[in-house]
């Protein structure tokens, strides 16, 4: 078998759970983006420097232009189109934390994935770990002011 093959693989997407047929070592972002038109997930720079690719994989932020989709088989993703941002995305939208919208997906994802992380560790939401959890996301328009303040908008009510 050659890794261009097709295979089959099964995980929950944004909570349904799916069967896809596709190259093992394909990118996410292209299966989500083009095989299941999820396309709230954006490209950025394809080499994982950006985070506007940022999905959840069990939970935990990955960019998803770097996921060979084999590595989700089994497992659980959540796109921006999926449940719990809704919250996340009134503060950004409330607080200006958007401007092109290329780096929004992935700014959102990942401050749901910061708040639930201080949840469970019962740890103190500031502006000090909103900047080391948004570090990987690069914004070309803004100079993160607003971004900032969205994140910790977004504190207030519940990811």
Not at 42 to 63: D, F, Q
Not at 70 to 87: K, L, P
Not at 96 to 102: H, L, N
Not at 141 to 147: E, F, H, L, Q, R
Request: charged share 20%; proline share 4%.
């Amino acid at each position: 078998m050659s890794v261009q093959e097709p295979v089959d693989l099964r995980c929950t997407i944004n909570g349904v759970a799916r069967e896809l047929r596709a190259a093992p070592l394909r990118r996410l972002l292209d299966v989500l983006r083009d095989d299941l038109g999820l396309t709230g997930t954006k490209e950025g720079c394809g080499e994982g420097e950006c985070g506007a690719c940022t999905v959840l994989v069990n939970g935990e932020p990955v960019n998803s232009c770097l996921v060979p989709v084999c590595q989700v088989d089994a497992c659980s993703v959540t796109t921006i189109e999926g449940s719990g941002f809704e919250g996340v995305q009134a503060a950004f939208l409330e607080h200006g934390g958007a401007q092109c919208g290329i780096c929004t997906p992935g700014m959102i994802v990942m401050t749901r994935a910061w708040l639930e992380e201080r949840s469970r560790l019962g740890a103190a939401v500031d502006l000090e770990s909103a900047r080391k959890a948004l570090a990987g996301n690069l914004c070309r328009c803004t100079g993160y002011a607003k971004i900032l303040t969205s994140a910790l908008a977004a504190a207030a009510v519940k990811p």
